[in-house]
Nanobody
Framework: QVQLVESGGGLVQAGGSLRLSCVAS????????MGWFRQAPSKERAFVAA????????LYSDSVKGRFTISRDNAKNTVYLQMNSLKPEDTAVYYC???????????????WGPGTQVTVSS
């Protein structure tokens, strides 16, 4: 069975940077869209960024555009989320997900990782 596992979360001060990784086991990501979502306490799971596997087509939420970058490494079957200029409002559990189409709706994705915590202090 294919599994996704996120890593790279942690505690960082506002203005700092983190890079999240999402590694696939089993089948590769080839020809799948990949997305990043996040969920803060008492909030709904929200779209962050998405990419087709080639990386040539990407989509970002307005709240992270210009600060976050989604990318991939085919040799490592890994998708990354580079997060710069972090703000306290970015604090959440971050999830990666796999789907067939590039989209920003959670139910467009059919495979999810367990998440990694990102905490941004002021």
């Amino acid at each position: 069975q294919v599994q996704l596992v996120e890593s790279g979360g942690g505690l960082v001060q506002a203005g700092g940077s983190l890079r999240l990784s999402c590694v696939a086991s089993g089948r590769t990501f080839s020809n799948y869209a990949m997305g990043w979502f996040r969920q803060a306490p008492s909030k709904e799971r929200a779209f962050v960024a998405a990419s087709n596997w080639s990386g040539r087509s990407t989509l970002y939420s307005d709240s992270v555009k210009g600060r976050f970058t989604i990318s991939r490494d085919n040799a490592k079957n890994t998708v990354y989320l580079q997060m710069n200029s972090l703000k306290p409002e970015d604090t959440a559990v971050y999830y990666c997900a796999r789907g067939f189409n590039l989209g920003q709706v959670a139910n467009e994705y059919n495979l999810w990782g367990p998440g990694t915590q990102v905490t941004v202090s002021s």
